[in-house]
């Protein structure tokens, strides 16, 4: 199949994942193939996160995960992750009124507490703005600070209280009590997860969640992602038979 890149594949109603998981890579090797800094990449990368919750929205996608920063980034350059830092509080700022209009919640999961208290409070705002002005519309899920090992280490962690503290024994944990300890209790499971950038691993991801989802990577850098890419991923989703094991 030959798309320009304006094409769009027309996907049936019915065939739409419910839960769409975007693992955002591709930033920096953006901006170095142009020689600019990596913050540069970093903002391509939060213009083409915009394009694709509008793009989710038409679909009519009712989950959108997106990992935008994992607990590994802190080995980065400290500048960088600063910057990026402040990027992510005031994206969230900036695009505030957009996803309100789009009718988009917007939710955080991820561990939080080492990121600046202004940053947090951005964050906190656009989730309480969004979630107030729309009882229904598509979830954009934001990963922060977000590992697949590390929620589950914190959910762990959570399990093992109540059974310290008498309320669950032990022998009596079910997958279904460690779901429910998860940052993503809330949604189901990704149906499909998308990684731009052509790195094929889930580079701890979604660790739990991912176990029968569909993934697809792709080629395209993250801040070059468009709608084409998007209904090309949904287009091999629907090629796909999912038997969960069976």
């Known amino acids: 199949m030959t798309l320009s890149a304006h094409s769009v594949v027309t996907l049936p109603a019915k065939k739409i994942p419910q839960h769409v998981a975007i693992i955002m890579d591709g930033n920096r090797r953006w901006a170095q193939k142009r020689r600019l800094p990596p913050l540069f990449g970093h903002m391509e990368g939060v213009n083409a996160l915009y394009r694709i919750v509008q793009e989710a929205v038409s679909l009519g996608i009712e989950v959108l995960t997106v990992w935008g920063f994992s607990t590994e980034n802190w080995r980065r350059n400290k500048e960088e992750v600063k910057e990026l830092l402040e990027l992510v509080g005031n994206s969230a700022k900036k695009f505030q009124k957009p996803l309100m209009e789009q009718g988009v919640r917007m939710h ?30 598509m979830d954009l899920v934001l990963a922060l600070n977000y590992g697949g090992r590390d929620e589950l280490r914190r959910a762990m962690v959570s399990l093992a209280q109540k059974v ?22 809330s949604w189901r499971h990704p149906d499909l997860v998308i990684r731009p950038g052509g790195e094929k691993r889930l580079s701890n991801f979604m660790l739990w969640q991912a176990a ?13 992602f468009s709608a084409v890419e998007l209904h090309l991923a949904i287009a091999e989703y629907n090629e796909r038979e999912r038997r969960y094991g069976a």
């Open 108 to 137: 955080v999961i991820g561990d939080l507490c080492a990121f600046p208290d202004h940053v947090v409070e951005n964050l906190e705002e656009t989730c309480l703005a969004t979630h107030l002005h729309s009882s229904k519309g």
């Open 164 to 185: 310290e503290a008498g309320e669950i024994a032990a022998e009596a944990i079910t997958e279904e009590m460690i779901n429910g300890e998860l940052d993503t209790a």
């Open 212 to 224: 029968y989802s569909e993934i697809v990577v792709q080629e395209v850098l993250w801040p070059d």
